[in-house]
Structures are given as C-alpha cells and as structure tokens.
C-alpha cells in the first residue's frame, strides 16, 4: 500500500510552489476539491497506468495524493468504489455498464478513461492441449494461429461421451474474458450457454460450464484439475508457460483485434461532486498510458520492473515482460511477435468510445444478462450515462495547453462511434451504431425478443 505522509505532501507542496514560480505560465491549475485519494486494482499488468501515474509522480503534479490498494477480487472491488471505501478504481469495462442498469450491483459508475487495448489471452490444461493438437494444422512443424474453437470442439464432444463435463475459469460474470471466451468458443460452434432472470449461473444449454475464479488463482485452480482451461488477463496466461501446466492458445487480440479491455471507474455522484479532480486523475492516467507506449514501446522494460513489484501485480518480471514487451508464448517455446498485445495509449486506445461500451451491452444481451429485446436508443443511452469523452477530452484538452502531449494524439472530433469493425475471428462486422442487427448475425445468442424461461430459448 501506498501513503503519502503529511510532511512528504507539505515538502512537495513547497517545491512545486516554487516550481510554479519560477515556470514559465501554463494553463490554469485546478482548483482540487479532493486531494487525498485511494484508488483500487487487481493484480494484473493492465493496472499498469495506475501504478505508473503513480511512480512517475504524474499523480502529484495534478495535486492528487494517491493510495494505491490491490483488491481480493472484481466484486468487493466494485463494492468499494459503490461505498466510497475507494475513490475510484480499474475496473472490467462491463463492471459500470452493468451496475448501472441494475445486472448485480445497482449503482451509477462512470468512466472518463479508458486503461488499454487486448492484453487477454485463452489457456487450456496440457491434457486438453494433446488432445487438440490432433486437428489443429501446422506449418513448419507448429500449429497454425489463430487456433479456433473449432479445434476444441472434438475435445469438448468426447468429454462429453465419457460423461465428463468440459468446465473453464472466467474472472467475472461481466467481464471481457467472459465475453471473449463465449464469443471465441460460439465462433467455433461450441454454446457456452445463457444467464435468465432466475438463473444466474451462465450455464443454461451449455456445452463447456464456465465459472467465476480470481486471476491470480487461475493457474493453481488449473494444475489442480478443477477447470479444463481458462480466459484472463497477463501475466496468468504465461504463468502457465512457465509452471509447465497450461498452453495458452489464443489471445484476445486474435479474437477481436485491438479490442477494448479495462475502463477506471469512479460514481457519477464522486465525479459530478468533484469535476476537477475527477479532472486532474483522467489527465494523469492519460499521461501515463502515454509513457507507456511512447517511443515504440521503449520504457516497458522499466513498466515490468515496476509492475513486478509485490505492492502491485508481484509476479516475476521475466514472466510479465513476456508479453508486455511485444512478444507472446504459446506452448513452451513457441514464442511470438504479438506487437499490439498490450495498447495503453497509440490508436485513441484511452478515449472512452460509446460503441465499445454498445458492444458490451450486446454481449450481455446475447447471452441473456439482459433479459428482454431492448431498442437501439437504448443502448446508446446507457453507453452516454457511463462512457465520459466529454471529461476526457477536456482533460486532455488540459494536457495540450500544459505541454505534455500533442494535439494530434486526440479524436477531437469523434461522435463517440469508432468506424465499423470486421477483426473478429468470425468475421462478423460491428457497428455500435446498430446493435440489434449486430446481434441477428450470430447463430448463436439471443436475438430480437427472444428470452430464455425455464431454461429455453422462447420467442421470435
């Protein structure tokens, strides 16, 4: 945990009085209505911003005076921004969306930032892996990425026919790793099942069970044969590289590329009561994901050193600069260039864009989160009362005058959609501005006004 003490905050107070005076004029100081925060995170690399607005001082050149403090899991996280406990947190992007239209937790959460782009990946156990291997084709000896579910199908159907179910580990019920893995395992004809009103196991019609286990627990819950395989965030794909128990498979950027991952979440009631710290925070976020990225990359050597650290993800820095420094392992030794695994700043990665939080929201309703056929407005409402561009443009408009960044690092003139977008490993094309539509080209999912009672699909 870290505490800024009185005297070290009185001695940077002094210093960067000075500082001021001596300084050429910039934009205008916020006048901070809250100074001391605490913000929360889970032990995973994409809190990376976090730790870096941290340790590069971004945080105290805004006048903020942050606690950083890991969480034990995505829900007392949540729980903690809902009670106040924390200011603020990193968050799964479907964590503010669903609490704020009442899936779990009731709760208005905002997001005016966005933490990164991919940074997923798919595991499976060394058991499954062999029994894979089988129809997966290869080139020089090694199997040909992106491996499709397809490929696991077979292994699926044959636990099946020993009267074994296929089970895999998802961080949280809206988490993108929940919804990577269904849409991974749908593209490749395997149903990873539904939620209803009175069954929130996600299970329903299921051909692979998939359930809630913590991150950092993803690999010992692996090796102990509870789950088949798994979907998370870094460093607890490669983890399994290392121990020898697991074969990461695909990651999240073979599934949608460059898709949106983590948000910082704080209420509406923290950011309509305090807009210029809510201010100062977004624009010491942005310069940190900034650093991160800037010059091809150049400083994610010193990032993993950081990161490494027990107070933030504590795994071993070999195993985190594995995939945060442009490279990806699959099976032990296949190592790959994966360029863009982890984004924190170059492609607007920290603008919060309606359509990505309308992409969520079609998640959540094709696999019966939301439980009735809603109309396109609606999901644009929600995506305006959560996702905050109007906050981050001005705090990065705050940042321009301040010298820090370029204007042209900004989608200024953004309606808040990004262009469609056909990555996806099935090929389907999104467009945020028609989710409804979206969601009538899969063949599997909900769509239109279907709904699931009593366990199967009705209407339409």
């Known amino acids: 945990m870290h505490v800024a003490s009185t005297l070290r905050g009185f001695l940077l107070g002094i210093g960067a009085a000075l500082a001021a005076a001596a300084a050429p004029a910039q934009a205008e100081t916020l006048d901070i209505e809250k100074d001391?925060?605490?913000?929360?995170?889970?032990?995973?690399?994409?809190?990376?911003?976090?730790?870096?607005?941290?340790?590069?001082?971004?945080?105290?050149?805004e006048g903020l005076f942050v606690t950083l403090e890991p969480q034990a899991n995505w829900k007392v996280l949540l729980d903690g921004v809902i009670t106040g406990e924390l200011d603020g947190a990193h968050m799964l992007a479907g964590q503010p969306l669903a609490a704020t239209i009442g899936f779990g937790t009731k709760a208005h959460i905002v997001t005016p930032f966005s933490m990164d782009l991919n940074g997923n990946g798919i595991t499976v156990s060394n058991e499954v892996w062999e029994m894979m291997k089988a129809h997966i084709p290869l080139e020089n000896g090694k199997p040909v990425h992106p491996i499709k579910a397809d490929y696991l199908k077979p292994v699926v159907e044959q636990f099946r026919a020993e009267g074994k179910s296929f089970r895999m580990g998802m961080v949280f019920p809206v988490s993108t790793h929940n919804y990577e893995l269904r849409y991974w395992l749908a593209a490749g004809g395997i149903h990873p099942g539904f939620y209803s009103e009175d069954n929130i196991t996600g299970q329903i019609q299921a051909e692979v069970l998939l359930s809630v286990t913590p991150p950092p627990q993803m690999p010992a819950t692996l090796e102990a044969g509870t789950i088949n395989g798994y979907c998370v965030g870094e460093p607890w794909n490669q983890q399994a590289v290392f121990k020898g128990i697991g074969v990461p498979v695909i990651t999240d950027y073979e599934i949608w590329k460059n898709n949106p991952e983590k948000v910082f979440g704080i209420t509406k009631a923290f950011a309509d009561e305090y807009p210029n710290t809510t201010l100062a925070l977004t624009k010491a976020l942005i310069r940190a994901a900034k650093w991160l990225d800037e010059n091809d990359n150049a400083n994610r050597a010193e990032a993993v050193e950081i990161?490494?650290?027990?107070?933030?993800?504590?795994?071993?820095?070999?195993?985190?600069?594995?995939?945060m420094t442009g490279?990806?392992?699959?099976?032990?030794?296949?190592?790959?260039?994966?360029t863009d695994f982890n984004v924190f700043y170059r492609y607007?990665?920290?603008?919060?864009?309606?359509?990505?939080?309308?992409?969520?929201?079609?998640?959540?309703?094709r696999w019966g989160q939301i439980t009735e056929q809603k109309s396109d407005d609606w999901y644009l409402d929600v995506a305006q009362q959560v996702y905050r561009p109007d906050i981050y443009l001005k705090a990065a408009r705050l940042l321009v005058e301040d010298g820090h960044v370029p204007e042209a690092d900004f989608p200024w003139d953004s309606d808040g959609f990004r262009a469609p977008q056909n990555?996806?490993?099935?090929?389907?094309?999104?467009?945020?501005?028609?989710?409804?539509?979206?969601?009538?080209?899969?063949?599997?999912?909900?769509?239109?006004?279907?709904?699931?009672?009593q366990n199967l699909v009705v209407g339409g």
């Not at 990161?307 to 995939?323: C, F, K, M, T, W």
């Open 348 to 365: 607007f990665a920290t603008y919060p864009y309606y359509s990505d939080a309308v992409w969520y929201l079609t998640q959540m309703r």
């Open 423 to 453: 990555a996806f490993i099935d090929g389907v094309t999104f467009d945020g501005r028609e989710p409804n539509a979206y969601l009538g080209l899969f063949p599997i999912g909900l769509k239109g006004p279907q709904k699931v009672e």
């Open 36 to 61: 001391e925060l605490k913000f929360g995170f889970i032990k995973l690399t994409d809190m990376a911003p976090l730790a870096i607005a941290y340790e590069k001082g971004y945080f105290e050149d």
């Open 327 to 338: 490279t990806f392992e699959y099976e032990k030794g296949d190592k790959r260039e994966v």
């Open 307 to 323: 990161l490494s650290r027990s107070e933030y993800v504590g795994a071993d820095a070999e195993v985190i600069a594995n995939s």
